[in-house]
């Protein structure tokens, strides 16, 4: 059953094995199987059944007797001798083997046929068959190679893109159409020479975008409501309609769409596109705006390749974003305020440059701050966005410092460290006076180390030492506070080895080198200072000699001729020996003199100066008779050799003849009269004062206060103590001088004498500081029990009466005693009282307006007048405090309206009462000042109409008068009917000394201007103008006001402001006042110009001595003209001053240090004075600049540079505060184009010499340039117009500093610094032509450099390269021809570069045919352009399927790989080698974990069989 069945079916057929439909044949024509396929066959060996087979299997025979022998090693068995093996005819014929080999595989392949590409034609269609057309076009299941043998022609432009959204054409479909539309466009303009394939791009570019910017225009906004019209507004929009809003939608988004591909392939103009965007942005409004910003972000990478179009863009955005800040409807634009924000930052990001304008930047800092600012919350899991955050952050920090830089804002405070220095211990030293503790005065230490070898150390000597010799400071004080400070260093160093030697070298190279020491007015101040010195073991004479003999020092002797005389000779002959010897005097004789002089000039001086001194001090010298009573100007009348001798002789004859006869005199003073010692004493005094011999003034007066038993000699001993107080301080021997006080008051109160003046003196000289508290604790007592006696304390004072008439009647008791009882028994009466000194006083001056009646006689009047004075000094000593006290208070009270009723002649005779009392000390000389003098200068300045001149005017008169008899004379007439003596002058001196010590100098100073005010009031007479205007000249001139000024600047900055400050000065008044303080402050004489204290040159103004008072005097004069620029009446004159004041200053030339002074001081000045200042600076800097030397060098444009630099660091920081506050500068405009036209030839003049100097002057040119570049900075840092001539001079600037800026990038010039500095101005520069801009809608690459050209391009740092390359208009080529070239070989055979390929999107259109392996040549781009040939290899397609796949193991097999992958996956793969056994011995699973790029080489191994890349796998393009 089973085989019927079975031989009822029809047979099986034969399985026959086929290849895979992937594997191709082993070769073309000949039938020689597939590589690698093997299928059983019948009757192949295998199947045969043999002995051998069955025993030792089936073996296949192998193709050659080795596999693992070489061809080489076969044909050397062959050739038995090996004469052929290395025979050049072998290599020759194999050679010619394998050439005809390739020949034949060539001409087997066919020829690359010629180009037949035809652009499809435009046909003209009906309505009915366009629309069909179109309509197929739309149908994705039409092919385009049915459409794309003709296209319709008709519609363009717009109406176009209308027809293309009308039927939804897709948008590849939509862009091969158009491209074969613009392809017909530009057919007949191809074979044009002046062709350009990109211009159609340039047209569809404005088509598309006019496209665009058509339907945002459909985007309005409602225009505001005009106020006062009543008109109803309907307002309806396109998208406040849902029809009308889904058709714009919809039409929009397909233009969108559609300009993706336009803008990937280059179918629109880049450049045209994108300065649209940045363009539109700017000008449209918040609702087109939003659609504008996604616009701008999806094309931003473009935008950010090239700064001229990211700039305009982030302007854009700044003012839409503060447009959104401002408006009504900010709640509902977030989205569109992100999307801002977004752009902001990402322009920081990938081009930070773009924010480098200062312009911008001052305008809208704050919101960009606020706008590159991150959220505060980035969790640590946001790493991206916190390193993007910190990018943001680092560029802003960067972007601000950059911008700041270049407006010259926040400049780092600059210390004045040599100037600042010098200024402070000038000041410090000017502090020195009465009440100053030289022990706390750290000169030295305070800032620099106790070594004496330092450079700070010898910079601090060198000022001490200037300031006590140069003329322009004030003070006999000086040299003693220079050696006392300088001693108590040397003290503190005594243990330093070498200590003194090394001082006395810095000493004598301060004395040899210093141009103060040589001045010849100071030869007398410097011999005194190095006698001193020497005197305090500071300085060695012997060693000082010394060294001038030992270097050779010519024309130190008398004898040679003037012409080769050394200025030490001076020095040797001048500076006094104060402790000497005889070898040493005799060393100094032979020297100055010669070994052979028997009597010297010192001799016949010293002769001359004893006979004088003898002549005026006859007691001393063993006379019998005084002298008549002498005056001061008759002392130094009758002794004129004794004060012009020099130093030398004078401390010879003072301290070895003068000082010891005046010691003997001391010492018989018991035997003199009172009057005779007080004669001689004061002589005495005022002779040392005149030679500066206050040591030797100071050893008298303490020999006679020990010695002396006169109260009245006693108390001007006082007086010289009081008198020259400061000198005492600066001699630091006021601790002496307490002590001796103290012993002298013990031995007087134990005799019971006068000690109110005793008391009074120890308590000023001791300050607190010199007696302990025993002596302190007694004098306090002895004052108190002094007090109480004189005013004792009670419960029932004595009233005394308003009027006394024994007062009255004391005018005319003509007995000597009459004051003094009267005195004696008011005092008995009234001393419980407290104000019974002031009914005293109110009675004399009632008594003294009688006295004009009593008496005409002027001689008997005065006579009256003393009595009252002896009357008064009476009452003075019966009171604790004296009668000073109460006189002010009465003078202050109701003294105020009597003196003014006071007479001519009652003036008269109280004149002569208060100089009186003033001269015994009774009344102070600042209580007149303070009481008298000071009102009536203020009733002066303030009069006006109310002005009564009869009574007024005497006030003035006589108080003028008081206050130049008690401060300005220099010597004083108490009356004519009393002796001139020289002690009233002393006296005089001695007091007024008051009104320059604080507190009452502060009084002082700030009444100074009401006598200013007082001498142009026209109110006043002319007559009292007159004598106020020579009282203010003198007081100005006073050396002892200007040595108060010095010490107290503030004081008299402040006394000068006031006034002026409470508005009670008229603008025409302001310049006489600055002319008083500039003649306080510069010794200048009588001037109308406030500058005048310039005219003796900048260098002593800004001298360290007189540093303070230059800058009160210009901080006031400054202040001074800003007023009167604003007053109409003082405009011109002030313009003028200041012109003149900035031409001094700007045209001196000065050090770093000292510019800055001047700036600080003109810091802060009214708006009118800074411009005039900065105008006038500006035309300084362009006629220094214009000051060109005729063979023009780097070196001299260097020097000019500098001192430009000068006057603009002067500029800087005079306009910080301006810029700060945002103040409007109306610059000259003549100067503003000058500076611009001089800054273009310097630059192009250091551009030329970058091409021709040697490496030696590259820094130089260097240094200027950078100086340009910052004064070019600093000028378009001001707002204003800008000329068109300005404009034009800019423009042409900007290639010039673009070809600086390329020196200073690479070769020999390269300069990172400057490079940055040049770039950052070349920006500036840039955008302040299109800030200041004309035109709408400017082209934004318009002021852009075009061209990069250096010889050393190669060595451009790529940091470099990618920041100037982004200011060129060219942007980056399409992907498609980027990198791409043309190329040919030359006759050699050797690669030709040509131009690179340029993009050509409109004619290189789609191929539509099907590829069926055969070579068409018929697509828009011929195969010529890339060298292309047939091959006659088979390209293998790419299989995707895995199954259908050639597996890699037979990739290689039989084949050339020439497969689909691409170029580099092949190159990798074919680059592989298999690893060494040894190396995958250790491998579990080789090939388990392998990835498609295979496994990576070992290198220096590979396997004798590998094969190598193919030769033709860098050939080009192949085609099979």
């Given at each position: 059953?089973?085989?019927?069945?079975?031989?009822?079916?029809?047979?099986?057929?034969?399985?026959?094995?086929?290849?895979?439909?992937?594997?191709?044949?082993?070769?073309?024509?000949?039938?020689?199987?597939?590589?690698?396929?093997?299928?059983?066959?019948?009757?192949?060996?295998?199947?045969?059944?043999?002995?051998?087979?069955?025993?030792?299997?089936?073996?296949?025979?192998?193709?050659?007797?080795?596999?693992?022998?070489?061809?080489?090693?076969?044909?050397?068995?062959?050739?038995?001798?090996?004469?052929?093996?290395?025979?050049?005819?072998?290599?020759?014929?194999?050679?010619?083997?394998?050439?005809?080999?390739?020949?034949?595989?060539?001409?087997?392949?066919?020829?690359?046929?010629?180009?037949?590409?035809?652009?499809?034609?435009?046909?003209?269609?009906?309505?009915?068959?366009?629309?069909?057309?179109?309509?197929?076009?739309?149908?994705?299941?039409?092919?385009?190679?049915?459409?794309?043998?003709?296209?319709?022609?008709?519609?363009?432009?717009?109406?176009?893109?209308d027809?293309?959204?009308?039927?939804?054409?897709?948008?590849?479909?939509?862009?091969?159409?158009?491209?074969?539309?613009?392809?017909?466009?530009?057919?007949?303009?191809?074979?044009?020479?002046?062709?350009?394939?990109?211009?159609?791009?340039?047209?569809?570019?404005?088509?598309?975008?006019?496209?665009?910017?058509?339907q945002?225009?459909?985007?309005?906004?409602?225009?505001?409501?005009?106020?006062?019209?009543?008109?109803?507004?309907?307002?309806?929009?396109?998208?406040?309609?849902?029809?009308?809003?889904?058709?714009?939608?919809?039409?929009?988004?397909?233009?969108?769409?559609?300009?993706?591909?336009?803008y990937?392939?280059?179918?629109?103009?880049?450049?045209?596109?994108?300065?649209?965007?940045?363009?539109?942005?700017a000008?449209?409004?918040?609702?087109?705006?939003?659609?504008?910003?996604?616009?701008?972000?999806?094309?931003?990478?473009?935008?950010?390749?090239?700064?001229?179009?990211?700039?305009?863009?982030?302007?854009?955005?700044?003012a839409?974003?503060?447009?959104?800040?401002?408006?009504?409807?900010?709640?509902?634009?977030?989205?569109f305020?992100?999307?801002?924000?977004?752009?902001?930052?990402?322009?920081?990001?990938?081009?930070?440059?773009?924010?480098?304008?200062?312009?911008?930047?001052?305008?809208?800092?704050?919101?960009?701050?606020?706008?590159?600012?991150?959220?505060?919350?980035?969790?640590?899991?946001?790493?991206?966005?916190?390193?993007?955050?910190q990018?943001?952050?680092?560029?802003?920090?960067?972007?601000?410092?950059?911008?700041?830089?270049?407006?010259?804002?926040?400049?780092?405070?600059?210390?004045?460290?040599?100037?600042?220095?010098?200024?402070?211990?000038?000041?410090?030293?000017?502090?020195?006076?009465?009440?100053?503790?030289?022990?706390?005065?750290?000169?030295?230490?305070?800032?620099?180390?106790?070594?004496?070898?330092?450079?700070?150390?010898?910079?601090?000597?060198?000022?001490?030492?200037?300031?006590?010799?140069?003329?322009?400071?004030?003070?006999?004080?000086?040299?003693?506070?220079?050696?006392?400070?300088?001693?108590?260093?040397?003290?503190?160093?005594?243990?330093?080895?070498?200590?003194?030697?090394?001082?006395?070298?810095?000493?004598?190279?301060?004395?040899?080198?210093?141009?103060?020491?040589?001045?010849?007015?100071?030869?007398?101040?410097?011999?005194?200072l190095?006698?001193?010195?020497?005197?305090?073991?500071?300085?060695?004479?012997?060693?000082?000699?010394?060294?001038?003999?030992?270097?050779?020092?010519?024309?130190?002797?008398?004898?040679?001729?003037?012409?080769?005389?050394?200025?030490?000779?001076?020095?040797?002959?001048?500076?006094?020996?104060?402790?000497?010897?005889?070898?040493?005097?005799?060393?100094?004789?032979?020297?100055?003199?010669?070994?052979?002089?028997?009597?010297?000039?010192?001799?016949?001086?010293e002769?001359?100066?004893?006979?004088?001194?003898?002549?005026?001090?006859?007691?001393?010298?063993?006379?019998?008779?005084?002298?008549?009573?002498?005056?001061?100007?008759?002392?130094?009348?009758?002794?004129?050799?004794?004060?012009?001798?020099?130093?030398?002789?004078?401390?010879?004859?003072?301290?070895?003849?003068?000082?010891?006869?005046?010691?003997?005199?001391?010492?018989r003073?018991?035997?003199?009269?009172?009057?005779?010692?007080?004669?001689?004493?004061?002589?005495?005094?005022?002779?040392?004062?005149?030679?500066?011999?206050?040591?030797?003034?100071?050893?008298?007066?303490?020999?006679?206060?020990?010695?002396?038993?006169?109260?009245?000699?006693?108390?001007?001993?006082?007086?010289?103590?009081?008198r020259?107080?400061?000198?005492?301080?600066?001699?630091?021997?006021?601790?002496?001088i307490?002590?001796?006080?103290?012993?002298?008051?013990?031995?007087?109160?134990?005799?019971g004498?006068?000690?109110?003046?005793l008391?009074?003196?120890?308590?000023?000289?001791?300050?607190?500081?010199?007696?302990?508290?025993?002596?302190?604790?007694?004098?306090?007592?002895?004052?108190?029990?002094?007090?109480?006696?004189?005013?004792?304390k009670?419960?029932?004072?004595?009233?005394?009466?308003?009027?006394?008439?024994?007062?009255?009647?004391?005018?005319?008791?003509?007995?000597?005693?009459?004051?003094?009882?009267?005195?004696?028994?008011?005092?008995?009466?009234?001393?419980?009282?407290?104000?019974?000194?002031?009914?005293?006083?109110?009675?004399?001056?009632?008594?003294?307006?009688?006295?004009?009646?009593?008496?005409?006689?002027?001689?008997?009047?005065?006579?009256?007048?003393?009595?009252?004075?002896?009357?008064?000094?009476?009452?003075d000593?019966?009171l604790?405090?004296?009668?000073?006290?109460?006189?002010?208070?009465?003078?202050?009270?109701?003294?105020?309206?009597?003196?003014?009723?006071?007479?001519?002649?009652?003036?008269?005779?109280?004149?002569?009462?208060?100089?009186?009392?003033?001269?015994?000390?009774?009344?102070?000389?600042?209580?007149?000042?303070?009481?008298?003098?000071?009102?009536?200068?203020?009733?002066?300045?303030?009069?006006?109409?109310?002005?009564?001149?009869?009574?007024?005017?005497?006030?003035?008169?006589?108080?003028?008068?008081?206050?130049?008899?008690?401060?300005?004379?220099?010597?004083?007439?108490?009356?004519?009917?009393?002796?001139?003596?020289?002690?009233?002058?002393?006296?005089?001196?001695?007091?007024?000394?008051?009104?320059?010590?604080?507190?009452?100098?502060?009084?002082?100073?700030?009444?100074?201007?009401?006598?200013?005010?007082?001498?142009?009031?026209?109110?006043?007479?002319?007559?009292?103008?007159?004598?106020?205007?020579?009282?203010?000249?003198?007081?100005?001139?006073?050396?002892?006001?200007?040595?108060?000024?010095?010490?107290?600047?503030?004081?008299?900055?402040?006394?000068?402001?006031?006034?002026?400050?409470?508005?009670?000065?008229?603008?025409?008044?302001?310049?006489?006042?600055?002319?008083?303080?500039?003649?306080?402050?510069?010794?200048?004489?009588?001037?109308?110009?406030?500058?005048?204290?310039?005219?003796?040159?900048?260098?002593?103004?800004?001298?360290?001595?007189?540093?303070?008072?230059t800058?009160?005097?210009?901080?006031?004069?400054?202040?001074?003209?800003?007023?009167?620029l604003?007053?109409?009446?003082?405009?011109?004159?002030?313009?003028?001053?200041?012109?003149?004041?900035?031409?001094?200053?700007?045209?001196?030339?000065?050090?770093?240090?000292?510019?800055?002074?001047?700036?600080?001081?003109?810091?802060?000045?009214?708006?009118?004075?800074?411009?005039?200042?900065?105008?006038n600076?500006?035309?300084?800097?362009?006629?220094i600049?214009?000051?060109?030397?005729?063979?023009?060098?780097?070196e001299?444009?260097?020097?000019?540079?500098?001192r430009?630099?000068?006057?603009?660091?002067?500029?800087?920081?005079?306009s910080?505060?301006?810029?700060?506050?945002?103040?409007?500068?109306?610059?000259?405009?003549?100067?503003?184009?000058?500076?611009?036209?001089?800054?273009?030839?310097?630059?192009?003049?250091?551009?030329?010499?970058?091409?021709?100097?040697?490496?030696?002057?590259?820094?130089?040119?260097?240094?200027?340039?950078?100086?340009?570049?910052?004064?070019?900075?600093?000028?378009?840092?001001?707002?204003?117009?800008?000329?068109?001539?300005?404009?034009?001079?800019?423009e042409?600037?900007?290639?010039?500093?673009?070809?600086?800026?390329?020196?200073?990038?690479?070769?020999?010039?390269?300069?990172?610094?400057?490079?940055?500095?040049?770039?950052?101005?070349?920006?500036?520069?840039?955008?302040?032509?299109?800030?200041?801009?004309?035109?709408?809608?400017?082209?934004?690459?318009?002021?852009?450099?075009?061209?990069?050209?250096?010889?050393?391009?190669?060595?451009?740092?790529?940091?470099?390269?990618?920041?100037?390359?982004?200011?060129?208009?060219?942007?980056?080529?399409?992907?498609?021809?980027?990198?791409?070239?043309?190329?040919?070989?030359?006759?050699?055979?050797?690669?030709?570069?040509?131009?690179?390929?340029?993009?050509r999107?409109?004619?290189?259109?789609?191929?539509l045919?099907?590829?069926?392996?055969?070579?068409r040549?018929?697509?828009?781009?011929?195969?010529?352009?890339?060298?292309?040939?047939?091959t006659?290899?088979?390209?293998?397609?790419?299989?995707?399927?895995?199954?259908?796949?050639?597996?890699?193991?037979?990739?290689?097999?039989?084949?050339?790989?020439?497969?689909?992958?691409?170029?580099?996956?092949?190159d990798?793969?074919?680059?592989?080698?298999?690893?060494?056994?040894?190396?995958?011995?250790?491998?579990?699973?080789?090939?388990?974990?392998?990835?498609?790029?295979?496994?990576?080489?070992?290198?220096?191994?590979?396997?004798?069989?590998?094969?190598?890349?193919?030769?033709?796998?860098?050939?080009?393009?192949?085609?099979?």
């Amino acid at each position: 059953m089973k085989e019927e069945k079975r031989g009822q079916e029809p047979p099986s057929p034969i399985y026959e094995s086929l290849p895979p439909p992937w594997l191709p044949k082993s070769h073309r024509t000949a039938d020689v199987g597939y590589p690698g396929f093997h299928p059983p066959r019948p009757g192949q060996d295998e199947d045969v059944l043999s002995d051998k087979h069955i025993k030792d299997g089936f073996l296949l025979p192998l193709p050659v007797p080795d596999e693992h022998q070489s061809a080489a090693v076969t044909f050397l068995q062959q050739d038995a001798k090996g004469g052929r093996m290395f025979d050049q005819s072998v290599l020759t014929d194999l050679e010619h083997l394998m050439n005809d080999i390739f020949a034949r595989k060539a001409d087997s392949a066919g020829a690359i046929q010629a180009p037949a590409f035809k652009i499809p034609s435009r046909v003209t269609m009906s309505d009915t068959k366009r629309q069909t057309w179109f309509a197929e076009l739309a149908n994705p299941d039409v092919p385009l190679s049915k459409l794309g043998k003709s296209v319709p022609h008709g519609a363009k432009g717009h109406d176009l893109l209308d027809l293309l959204h009308t039927n939804n054409v897709a948008i590849p479909r939509a862009v091969w159409f158009l491209r074969v539309f613009g392809a017909n466009e530009t057919a007949g303009l191809r074979n044009k020479p002046s062709y350009n394939p990109t211009q159609y791009s340039v047209d569809w570019a404005i088509v598309v975008t006019s496209y665009i910017k058509k339907q945002l225009a459909d985007i309005a906004l409602p225009s505001a409501p005009r106020p006062g019209m009543n008109i109803k507004q309907t307002f309806k929009g396109v998208l406040s309609d849902a029809e009308n809003r889904d058709r714009w939608v919809s039409r929009f988004t397909y233009c969108l769409r559609l300009l993706r591909p336009f803008y990937d392939e280059g179918l629109v103009d880049h450049r045209t596109f994108l300065t649209w965007i940045v363009l539109q942005m700017a000008t449209c409004n918040l609702a087109q705006a939003g659609f504008v910003a996604h616009l701008a972000d999806e094309y931003l990478d473009g935008v950010l390749e090239k700064r001229p179009l990211a700039k305009p863009l982030l302007d854009a955005c700044i003012a839409k974003l503060n447009e959104v800040r401002t408006t009504s409807a900010q709640g509902h634009l977030n989205k569109f305020e992100e999307i801002l924000k977004s752009l902001i930052q990402r322009i920081c990001v990938a081009l930070p440059d773009t924010f480098v304008s200062p312009s911008a930047w001052l305008a809208h800092s704050s919101l960009l701050c606020s706008a590159l600012a991150g959220p505060a919350d980035i969790g640590p899991s946001n790493c991206r966005r916190r390193d993007f955050q910190q990018l943001l952050s680092d560029n802003l920090k960067d972007i601000q410092r950059r911008n700041d830089a270049m407006l010259f804002r926040n400049l780092p405070p600059r210390k004045l460290e040599r100037l600042g220095s010098l200024v402070v211990d000038i000041q410090i030293l000017n502090s020195i006076c009465s009440s100053t503790d030289m022990s706390t005065i750290s000169f030295f230490s305070s800032q620099i180390p106790d070594c004496t070898s330092s450079s700070s150390f010898v910079d601090k000597l060198d000022t001490l030492l200037t300031w006590a010799v140069t003329p322009l400071q004030y003070g006999s004080h000086r040299p003693y506070a220079a050696v006392t400070l300088l001693r108590a260093y040397h003290e503190r160093n005594a243990r330093r080895e070498l200590s003194s030697a090394t001082l006395h070298d810095h000493l004598f190279d301060w004395l040899d080198s210093k141009p103060v020491v040589r001045e010849a007015g100071n030869l007398r101040a410097v011999a005194g200072l190095f006698g001193k010195l020497m005197k305090g073991g500071l300085f060695d004479y012997a060693a000082y000699v010394q060294r001038l003999v030992a270097r050779g020092e010519e024309g130190l002797s008398l004898n040679e001729p003037d012409e080769t005389a050394s200025f030490h000779r001076n020095f040797l002959r001048w500076i006094p020996l104060h402790n000497t010897t005889a070898s040493l005097s005799n060393q100094r004789k032979v020297i100055v003199y010669g070994a052979r002089t028997r009597q010297t000039p010192e001799d016949v001086c010293e002769r001359e100066m004893r006979r004088e001194i003898r002549a005026i001090l006859p007691l001393v010298f063993g006379g019998n008779t005084l002298s008549p009573s002498i005056s001061m100007s008759s002392l130094r009348t009758s002794c004129p050799t004794v004060l012009g001798a020099p130093c030398f002789e004078q401390v010879r004859t003072v301290k070895q003849w003068l000082l010891p006869n005046l010691h003997k005199f001391a010492s018989r003073l018991q035997a003199l009269d009172e009057i005779s010692s007080l004669k001689t004493y004061s002589t005495a005094v005022e002779l040392f004062r005149y030679t500066h011999s206050y040591g030797s003034l100071l050893e008298l007066s303490l020999s006679v206060l020990s010695q002396t038993s006169h109260a009245e000699l006693l108390t001007a001993v006082g007086e010289v103590f009081h008198r020259f107080a400061t000198i005492w301080t600066a001699m630091n021997v006021t601790g002496a001088i307490t002590s001796a006080l103290y012993s002298t008051y013990l031995l007087w109160r134990t005799q019971g004498g006068k000690t109110r003046s005793l008391l009074t003196l120890i308590i000023e000289m001791d300050d607190g500081r010199q007696l302990d508290a025993t002596a302190r604790t007694q004098v306090e007592n002895d004052i108190a029990a002094f007090t109480h006696a004189l005013a004792p304390k009670t419960d029932h004072p004595e009233a005394v009466p308003s009027v006394m008439p024994e007062i009255l009647l004391l005018a005319e008791d003509t007995k000597p005693d009459a004051p003094s009882i009267l005195a004696n028994s008011l005092w008995y009466k009234y001393r419980t009282s407290g104000d019974w000194a002031w009914k005293v006083w109110d009675n004399i001056v009632a008594s003294l307006r009688q006295v004009p009646v009593m008496s005409e006689d002027h001689g008997r009047r005065h006579t009256y007048a003393l009595r009252y004075g002896q009357f008064l000094l009476h009452v003075d000593h019966h009171l604790p405090s004296g009668i000073d006290d109460a006189v002010l208070q009465w003078f202050l009270g109701t003294g105020k309206s009597e003196v003014l009723g006071l007479t001519l002649e009652t003036w008269d005779v109280l004149r002569v009462v208060l100089l009186f009392l003033c001269v015994h000390g009774a009344l102070s000389t600042t209580t007149l000042l303070q009481g008298l003098v000071y009102p009536a200068w203020q009733l002066g300045a303030d009069a006006g109409p109310l002005y009564q001149p009869q009574n007024m005017e005497t006030f003035i008169q006589a108080a003028s008068e008081l206050f130049d008899a008690l401060v300005l004379q220099e010597e004083c007439f108490i009356s004519p009917i009393v002796p001139q003596e020289l002690l009233d002058a002393q006296r005089i001196h001695t007091w007024r000394q008051d009104a320059f010590r604080e507190p009452h100098f502060t009084l002082l100073a700030s009444n100074i201007p009401n006598l200013v005010l007082l001498e142009h009031n026209n109110v006043v007479s002319n007559e009292l103008r007159g004598v106020a205007r020579d009282l203010r000249l003198r007081t100005c001139e006073s050396r002892d006001i200007r040595q108060s000024c010095y010490r107290n600047l503030d004081a008299i900055r402040r006394g000068f402001e006031h006034p002026i400050q409470l508005g009670m000065v008229a603008e025409t008044l302001c310049e006489p006042l600055v002319n008083a303080l500039k003649m306080i402050l510069s010794e200048s004489n009588e001037d109308t110009d406030v500058n005048s204290f310039l005219s003796t040159g900048i260098s002593s103004v800004l001298s360290p001595c007189t540093l303070a008072a230059t800058a009160v005097q210009l901080q006031f004069g400054l202040r001074q003209l800003g007023r009167a620029l604003a007053c109409e009446s003082t405009k011109q004159g002030a313009s003028a001053s200041l012109d003149k004041m900035t031409s001094l200053i700007f045209h001196h030339s000065m050090a770093s240090e000292e510019a800055y002074f001047i700036a600080e001081m003109a810091r802060g000045v009214d708006g009118p004075v800074a411009i005039k200042f900065i105008n006038n600076g500006f035309k300084s800097i362009v006629d220094i600049l214009n000051r060109a030397p005729a063979p023009s060098t780097p070196e001299s444009l260097l020097v000019r540079v500098g001192r430009a630099g000068e006057v603009l660091r002067v500029l800087s920081h005079v306009s910080e505060p301006l810029r700060e506050e945002g103040t409007e500068l109306d610059l000259d405009v003549s100067t503003q184009e000058r500076l611009a036209k001089i800054i273009l030839e310097l630059f192009q003049l250091a551009n030329v010499t970058f091409s021709k100097t040697t490496d030696r002057s590259l820094r130089v040119i260097t240094e200027s340039v950078i100086f340009l570049a910052r004064l070019l900075q600093f000028d378009l840092g001001f707002p204003g117009i800008r000329t068109t001539h300005f404009r034009e001079t800019c423009e042409k600037m900007v290639p010039v500093l673009f070809d600086l800026v390329v020196i200073h990038a690479c070769g020999p010039a390269h300069d990172a610094v400057a490079f940055a500095l040049l770039l950052d101005t070349l920006y500036f520069l840039i955008d302040d032509l299109f800030l200041h801009s004309k035109t709408s809608s400017p082209d934004p690459f318009k002021y852009y450099p075009t061209k990069l050209q250096s010889p050393h391009l190669h060595s451009l740092p790529s940091s470099h390269r990618i920041r100037l390359l982004s200011l060129f208009p060219h942007l980056r080529p399409n992907a498609v021809v980027q990198d791409l070239a043309h190329a040919h070989r030359d006759s050699t055979g050797l690669l030709v570069y040509g131009a690179p390929v340029q993009n050509r999107p409109w004619e290189w259109i789609e191929n539509l045919d099907k590829d069926d392996g055969v070579i068409r040549n018929n697509a828009s781009l011929s195969l010529e352009l890339f060298g292309a040939r047939a091959t006659g290899d088979h390209l293998i397609g790419y299989v995707q399927d895995e199954e259908h796949r050639i597996p890699t193991r037979l990739e290689g097999v039989f084949e050339d790989k020439l497969t689909a992958e691409s170029v580099f996956r092949r190159d990798w793969r074919e680059t592989r080698l298999p690893a060494h056994s040894d190396v995958r011995a250790g491998e579990r699973g080789v090939g388990e974990g392998a990835d498609e790029l295979g496994t990576l080489p070992t290198f220096g191994l590979q396997k004798p069989g590998s094969r190598r890349v193919s030769p033709a796998s860098s050939s080009g393009v192949f085609l099979g």
